[in-house]
C-alpha cells in the first residue's frame, strides 16, 4: 500500500526565514501535486511536478520531486505571513485512475 | 473558485440518519473523486467516477454509496451515520479519469457533516 509521509508535520517560522518541507512515498510515481489549505477552506492546487527533476517556482514557493529518491520538496523562500497554512503532498497512483494519496500535511505557521 | 460546486456547505444531523451530499463538476470535466478528511484519519480518497461509471474505491465504508448521473453530477449518500463520520466531505473533478498524461484535480469547497 502506497504510504505519503511529510515533515515537518508542524512548522512554526520567522517571517524572512527559508524553509523545506519533505514529502516521501513508498512506491514508483512521477506525478506529485502540492496543494494548500486554509483552515476550513478548500484545497487549492500549487504545483504539478510531472517527472524526474522536476522544479516548479510560483513567488516564494519551489517545488522539486526526485522520483528515484521517491522525494519531493516544497522550499520556502524569505516567508511571509500570508504563507501560513497547511501544506499537502499527493502522488498520483497513474493506472487506471488518478485517485491521489495524500500525505499528512504540515502546518506551516510564519510568526511576524 | 474552482469550478466545482458542493452542496450543502454544513450538515447537522443524528446517528443512524441518512444524508446526500451532491457534487456539480467543473464543465468539461468528466471524472469526479470524493474525498473525506478528518482529525484522525486525514485525507482519504473514497471512490472515483468517470462519464458515469465507477472507476476505483477507496476506503468508503460499506454504509457509503455514490453515482454519477447522465449531467455528470455525483451524489455521496452517506447511511446509518455514526459520531465518527462527522468530517469533511471534498469532492474533487478532473478533465480525464485516469490513462492519461495527468489529470489534474480541482477540489470544491467542501461539506461539512457533523454527526450529534
Redesign the interface.
Known sequence: ELKVEQNPLFLSMQEGKNYTIYCNYSTTSD?L?W?RQDP??????LF?L?SNGAVKQEGRLMASLDTKARLSTLHITAAVHDLSATY?C?V?L?????????G??TLLAVQP | D?GVTQTPKHLITATGQRVTLRCSPRSGDL?V?W?QQSLDQ????LI?YYNGEE??K?NILERFSAQQFPDLHSELNLSSLELGDSALY?CAS?V???????????????T?LTVL
Open positions: 506525478r501535486y496543494y476550513g477552506k478548500s484545497l487549492e492546487s504539478v510531472l499537502f499527493a498520483d497513474r493506472g487506471a485512475t488518478n485517485k491521489l494519496i495524500f499528512t500535511g | 474552482s471524472s473523486y474525498y486525514g485525507l482519504q480518497f472515483q472507476r476505483a477507496g471534498f478532473s480525464g479519469g485516469g490513462l492519461a498524461a495527468y489529470n489534474e484535480q480541482f477540489f470544491g469547497p467542501g461539512r
